[in-house]
Nanobody, 124 residues
Framework: QVQLVESGGGLVQAGGSLRLSCVANGRTFGNYGMGWFRQAPGKEREFVAVISWGGSRTYYADSVKGRFTISRDNAKNTVYLQMSSLKPEDTAVYYC?????????????????WGQGTQVTVSS
């Protein structure tokens, strides 16, 4: 069992930056691939980024490529999402998720554990 807690969301103007954090409990954080997803009102949850268990591989949705960076610190049981050049269309609840199969997954059903989410609002 893994419990995930996100933080770092908030209100920011377009063009601004935010860094989201997701802290996991337990000793096995390094065994999981970690992903970030987001869900805007009335829309399906969508993939944002994923990082491999060791941190050497990353993959991004086209909509955030070049603007967002995913990273992790296994010693701190934490995965980060650095978001820059934010746009109003980035407004959503952002979730981190853990994948025990470590497949660099991009679909929500492939993840085993989810955090409660943190709201990001980008004003124009």
């Amino acid at each position: 069992q893994v419990q995930l807690v996100e933080s770092g969301g908030g209100l920011v103007q377009a063009g601004g930056s935010l860094r989201l954090s997701c802290v996991a409990n337990g000793r096995t954080f390094g065994n999981y691939g970690m992903g970030w997803f987001r869900q805007a009102p009335g829309k399906e949850r969508e993939f944002v980024a994923v990082i491999s268990w060791g941190g050497s591989r990353t993959y991004y949705a086209d909509s955030v490529k070049g603007r967002f960076t995913i990273s992790r610190d296994n010693a701190k049981n934490t995965v980060y999402l650095q978001m820059s050049s934010l746009k109003p269309e980035d407004t959503a609840v952002y979730y981190c998720a853990a994948d025990s199969k470590r497949t660099m997954a991009s679909r929500p059903y492939e993840y085993d554990y989810w955090g409660q989410g943190t709201q990001v609002t980008v004003s124009s």
